[in-house]
């Protein structure tokens, strides 16, 4: 069994890395053809259609920064960073999953990467070698310090993160994170570290969370998740034993489940033993994934 396009992955927008290059190739795109994604500070603005809400870029604020998406049946995509937009300092809410509910795949990839871009650049105004401002550059993938001894070049951060399905004879390690709605239950994870390889870092985490050793590691898929900006390393990992020691001040809970619990969990029955992650997250389809093999 395979993933299929995940939330967040699977954009129709061409990235078109040579014309980020091209200054007279992006102002070229900058016409009245170009469209403009509108955005809420960092939430997507949506239609009554429950599509992504699309201008010009004549609706931009005069001299905003504006990040190139890509092309799109040949148009210019950009999204503007407002000058006051500070960026993110908490995952997605209830309202902006609400929000996001109608788009599809493809849009919600299309404001996913726009969502990362623009609260990147929020946030990364000030040069981190110098203290110097920054500007936009190549369409909104890199910034430049404008200190002249300076000069140094900063990209957009992606951060690694392990989320693992931990088995062990036939059941599931799960645990519970303090943020989570009641009952809900997921997969373990945790960001991969200086110096360490994904299966380094899935043992690791398990360890430190819930006590538990594992030996071989699995690769099984990934998913971009803009909250800010991670890349999800989807794995399977075979625990040595059973034995749980939970460190509290990360997980509220943690415990084995069967597959018949995972089951009756991913139908959504209200009698469950837990509630499964949504849809959107990959520890669903990791889920998936396990009962199907």
């Known amino acids: 069994m395979t993933f299929g396009t995940m939330a967040f992955a699977g954009s129709g927008l061409d990235r078109a890395d040579q014309v980020r290059a091209d200054p007279d190739r992006l102002a070229a795109l900058m016409d ?5 994604l509108k955005l ?16 010009t870029l004549a609706d931009a604020a005069p001299d905003t920064e504006l990040v190139f998406l890509g092309l799109l049946n040949g148009k210019g995509c950009f999204a503007e960073v407002s000058p006051d937009l500070l960026g993110s300092v ?29 609260d990147w650049h929020a946030r990364h105004r000030f040069c981190a070698r110098c203290g110097n401002p920054t500007v936009l550059a190549k369409g909104g993938w890199q910034r430049t310090c404008t200190n002249e001894v300076c000069k ?10 392990t989320i693992m399905l931990v088995e062990h004879e036939g059941r599931l390690l799960l645990g519970r994170q303090p943020r989570f709605p009641p ?29 538990v050793a594992v030996g071989k590691v699995s690769y099984i898929g990934s998913q971009p998740w803009p909250f800010p900006s991670s890349l ?13 020691t939970i460190d509290r001040t990360e997980l509220d ?13 991913m139908q959504g029955q209200e009698d469950g033993r ?13 889920m998936k994934w396990w009962l199907a093999r």
Do not use: K
Request: a negative charge.
């Open 183 to 211: 009952r809900r239950f997921s997969t373990l994870a945790g960001f991969v570290e200086p110096g360490e390889s994904i299966e380094e870092a899935v043992a690791r985490e398990v360890l430190e969370e819930a006590g």
């Open 32 to 36: 009245w053809r170009a469209r403009l």
């Open 90 to 118: 908490a995952p997605a809410n209830p309202r902006l999953w609400a929000a996001m509910s109608s788009l599809t795949p493809d849009e919600l990839s299309t404001y996913g990467t726009a969502r990362s871009l623009v």
């Open 253 to 265: 809970d943690a415990d084995w489940f069967t597959r018949a619990e995972v089951e009756a969990a």
């Open 40 to 55: 809420d500070g960092l939430d997507p603005v949506i239609t009554p259609d429950g599509t992504l809400d699309w201008g």
């Open 152 to 161: 140094a070049d900063h990209f957009p951060r992606v951060d690694p993160v």
């Open 274 to 286: 837990f509630i499964a992650p949504p849809p959107q997250a990959i520890a669903h389809h990791l």
């Open 232 to 244: 999800m390393i989807g794995c399977h990992a075979e625990a040595l034993d059973d034995v749980l």
